[in-house]
């Protein structure tokens, strides 16, 4: 049982570059999410997804695009690199309990991107 | 929306008692979570509230008052290898928005 894996671990970039974070999990968890950490502003929520086909916003979505079309499977693309995306992304799993409360979250181990 | 607001960093001694307070807004809450992060690594789940009270694990417990918008996390004889960032989060129906971190730094 692997968890939530992240690749890659780390990634230079090429300001105008694309690229793809993958994320799968193998816990059969509805939820799935990303974040961004970057220092003095904690972990910012990018995209999250609620189930197979389901994708919404959060609060840092410009930039980034997802699709969820495996409940394993929950990838990060970066369509247009720039360095304010410099950061550290991580990808979390999460279920749902009775179908009400969110319980906690189990975060991948990030991945250390860089843009220049 | 649930903006989450902690202190930035604290210092406490090895073997000391350490409390790191979480206030919210209370709008669009289902529970609060904390969670330890060391420098480099991913953050990891300590605790969860959704009723009001104390829950206790081991050397850690944590508090919530849903009415006043507080939660706090109490550690008890503090090791070295508690220096790390505690992370409290505020969670909505499927995603958690998180706080800035309080980095806790533990000294001999």
């Known amino acids: 049982n692997a968890g939530v894996t992240q690749t890659p671990k780390f990634q230079v970039l090429k300001t105008g570059q694309s690229m793809t974070l993958q994320c799968a999990q193998d816990?059969?968890?509805?939820?799935m999410s990303w974040y961004r950490q970057d220092p003095g502003m904690g972990l910012r929520l990018i995209h999250y997804?609620?189930?197979?086909?389901?994708?919404d916003q959060g609060e840092v979505p410009n930039g980034y695009n997802v699709s969820r079309s495996t409940t394993e499977d929950f990838p990060l693309r970066l369509l247009s690199a720039a360095p304010s995306q410099t950061s550290v992304y991580f990808c979390?799993?999460?279920?749902?309990?009775?179908?009400?409360?969110?319980?906690?979250?189990?975060f991948g181990q990030g991945t250390r991107l860089t843009v220049v | 929306g649930q903006n989450i607001d902690q202190p930035t960093e604290m210092t406490a001694t090895e073997g000391a008692i350490v409390q790191i307070n979480c206030t919210y807004q209370?709008?669009?809450?289902?529970?609060l979570f904390w969670y330890q992060q060391h420098a480099g690594e991913a953050p990891t789940f300590l605790s969860y509230n959704v009723l009001d009270g104390l829950e206790e694990k081991g050397r850690f417990s944590s508090f919530l008052s849903r009415s006043k918008g507080y939660s706090y996390l109490l550690l008890k004889e503090l090791q070295m290898k508690d220096s790390a960032s505690y992370l409290c989060?505020?969670?909505?129906?499927?995603?958690?928005?998180f706080g800035k971190g309080t980095m806790l730094l533990v000294s001999p």
């Open positions: 816990m059969n968890h509805e939820y």
């Open positions: 209370t709008s669009g809450f289902n529970g």
């Open positions: 979390a799993s999460s279920y749902s309990r009775g179908g009400t409360a969110f319980t906690e979250a189990f």
């Open positions: 997804s609620v189930g197979a086909g389901i994708t």
């Open positions: 989060a505020g969670s909505g129906y499927s995603t958690l928005t």
